[in-house]
């Protein structure tokens, strides 16, 4: 059995579109943070190889990074509706 997310009357959309702007900033750092991690465990290549494994590396892991952020906005305003309109957890 599942339960209710927002109610059904409220058409709204639960991320804007500056949302994804400010999604940018945390997922940029995040980014730059995980190429030098990863360029610090990649084989002993030569230096310009060892950037671009570091960097290719890091691309998915802030994909998953992005996509966490973005569920976890939805979730939270999604819980903020359902208080606001009265619904039980």
Not at 49 to 61: F, H, Q, V
Not at 69 to 86: C, E, H, I, W
Request: proline share 6%.
């Amino acid at each position: 059995m599942s339960k209710a997310s927002a109610p059904a009357t409220d058409q709204r959309k639960l991320i804007h579109p500056i949302w994804h702007v400010a999604c940018l900033i945390p997922t940029a750092i995040f980014f730059i943070y995980m190429s030098g991690v990863c360029y610090n465990h990649t084989p002993d290549w030569s230096e310009r190889y060892k950037r671009l494994a570091g960097a290719y590396t890091a691309l998915c892991l802030t994909g998953v990074f992005w996509m966490c952020l973005q569920g976890f906005y939805v979730t939270v305003v999604d819980q903020m509706r359902r208080k606001k309109a009265g619904i039980p957890s």
